[in-house]
């Protein structure tokens, strides 16, 4: 006797195949995100990251640099001869100055590791996540618990794909919305702390030779131009906030939303 197959039957089945099918798609875009370097989402998004973390760690040294100069010119001393002869350090009015950038430094540098870490994570990060979705969808084929699949697969979706999507679209808008800010406030840290003879001591190829009367006059200046000093370093430190931080997160903010409500298997 020939049994026939119910048109329920079949549907059923296709529904099996078609999630063991995109987990095996998702396996071998897992394998190849985590073994290549030929993934252009990933690749898109660690490059974006990367260029960030070398910009963070170009500013670190320059303020690190400028910290020494500064605390090295507050250590002159100065020969006096009113009223009784003695010694003084009229460049320690510069500490405050000094411990300012001391601080926005140490936040430019946790900024840096930030990003450098995730330029590294990230395609190891997207792995997991790809994995994790196809997890999802081979329980989705062969049982029928559905708030276990939905969290794996919405969960594995988003660490696989929306994270790294998310910096490859920050990527040109970082760019277009604050580039001429960046580099507004970088020409006005750049002009503040060169030299006099017009050489920038923060760029310089080669250790640059001070006299007392450099630290004199380099001290002289960041003091009477602190405020814009400041000001620029904190806008500056402020651009890297965005372009790693604010940026990736507003975008992929709305998808983070979704994922959590798809899992949770209420409607957005």
Known sequence: MIRKTSGSESTGKIWRV????????????????ARAADDPLTRT???????????????????RALNAVLST????????????????????ILEPVDDTIERIAGLVFGVMVATGVLAVALGPVSAVGLTLLALGLVIAAVSPRRGMYRRLAWYGMFMGLALPLGLALAAPLAGMLTEATYQRNLAVVT????TVGGGNIMSAEEPVELGLNDYRKIATNVWQRADELI???????????????????????GLFFAVRS???????
């Open 73 to 92: 010119a507050q250590e002159v001393e100065v020969g006096m001869s009113f009223i009784a002869s003695g010694t003084a350090q009229p460049l320690k």
């Open 262 to 268: 798809f899992a949770r298997g209420t409607p957005v």
């Open 191 to 194: 002009e503040i702390t060169q």
């Open 45 to 63: 998004a660690q490059t974006y990251a990367a260029d960030i973390a070398t910009k963070a760690a170009g500013t670190y040294v320059t303020l």
């Open 18 to 33: 078609v999630p063991l099918l995109g987990a095996a798609l998702c396996l071998v875009l897992a394998l190849w995100v």
């Open 231 to 253: 000001g620029g370093l904190v806008a500056m430190f402020g651009v890297y906030v965005f372009r790693i931080f604010i940026l990736p997160m507003l975008l992929i903010g």
